[in-house]
């Protein structure tokens, strides 16, 4: 097994944070680099670690193979981002890698790039208008000045509807996960439904805030929008037990 560091920056055992598999304990392996330069509401990407200023790699094959025998009582596998299907021989060595054990995989994407995995679930968080950024803003993580140039690349990017077909259809299980800012997304999640063909019962809307405080205040409301239109609710389990703490 290759003994090369790999974009992965981030490693480590957790319980699920979000959507149809939230609290079931997983293995979480994160890539770094992504295409889009998320700017919501009230916060930023919430890795910004793997998009706006992405962190060299730490992790070779051996070490990720070392890191699932240490935890054989885990029997689920995440690969987040950043964007995951950016790299698609190393998305394919690490799913083998968790199939090896019979573990349940996750892909979470943005849905810049089609790529078919072994996956079993395909979690989906297209990006809608809400997170575009905002040229002369200041990005908080790495002081950058956030640029035309920057919102120009996540616009070419964050609606790849033929990648997102592809992905849906390519996979057994899917979810579509957009992060919700205020009422008026829900016109956008809409169309976003009908150009891929999903149906409420598998969107599940998370509300956006990278501090509890947010989620709390938009919470209410749409958790009230959901049951009024019949879409799954999903919270943010790790920021409303650990905050904005990393590795957990």
């Given at each position: 097994?290759?003994?090369?560091?790999?974009?992965?920056?981030?490693?480590?055992?957790?319980?699920?944070?979000?959507?149809?598999?939230?609290?079931?304990?997983?293995?979480?392996?994160?890539?770094?680099?992504?295409?889009?330069?998320?700017?919501?509401?009230?916060?930023?990407?919430?890795?910004?670690?793997?998009?706006?200023?992405?962190?060299?790699?730490?992790?070779?094959?051996?070490?990720?193979?070392?890191?699932?025998?240490?935890?054989?009582?885990?029997?689920?596998?995440?690969?987040?981002?950043?964007?995951?299907?950016?790299?698609?021989?190393?998305?394919?060595?690490?799913?083998?890698?968790?199939?090896?054990?019979?573990?349940?995989?996750?892909?979470?994407?943005?849905?810049?790039?089609?790529?078919?995995?072994?996956?079993?679930?395909?979690?989906?968080?297209?990006?809608?208008?809400n997170s575009t950024p905002k040229p002369g803003t200041t990005m908080p993580f790495t002081g950058k000045i956030v640029t035309e140039k920057d919102k120009e690349k996540h616009e070419k990017w964050r609606c790849n509807y033929e990648a997102m077909k592809q992905l849906i259809e390519h996979h057994p299980d899917y979810q579509l996960k957009p992060v919700i800012s205020s009422e008026e997304d829900l016109e956008e999640?809409?169309?976003?439904?009908?150009?891929?063909?999903?149906?409420?019962?598998m969107v599940y809307l998370m509300p956006e805030g990278l501090e509890r405080n947010q989620l709390n205040e938009r919470r209410k409301w749409l958790t009230e929008l959901c049951t009024r239109e019949g879409y799954n609710f999903t919270d943010r389990l790790h920021i409303i037990v650990y905050g904005d703490e990393r590795g957990v």
């Open positions: 097994m290759s003994d090369k560091v790999l974009p992965i920056n981030e490693m480590y055992t957790c319980l699920q944070g979000e959507g149809k598999l939230m609290g079931v304990p997983h293995i979480l392996i994160r890539v770094s680099g992504c295409r889009l330069r998320c700017q919501f509401a009230d916060s930023f990407c919430d890795t910004p670690y793997s998009s706006w200023k992405p962190e060299k790699g730490k992790f070779t094959y051996q070490d990720v193979d070392k890191f699932f025998e240490k935890h054989p009582h885990i029997h689920h596998t995440m690969i987040t981002g950043g964007g995951p299907t950016l790299h698609g021989k190393m998305l394919q060595k690490l799913c083998e890698i968790a199939k090896k054990r019979y573990h349940h995989i996750t892909i979470e994407t943005e849905g810049s790039e089609f790529v078919s995995t072994m996956g079993d679930l395909i979690s989906l968080s297209p990006k809608l208008s999640v809409k169309e976003l439904q009908k150009i891929l063909d999903v149906p409420n019962h």
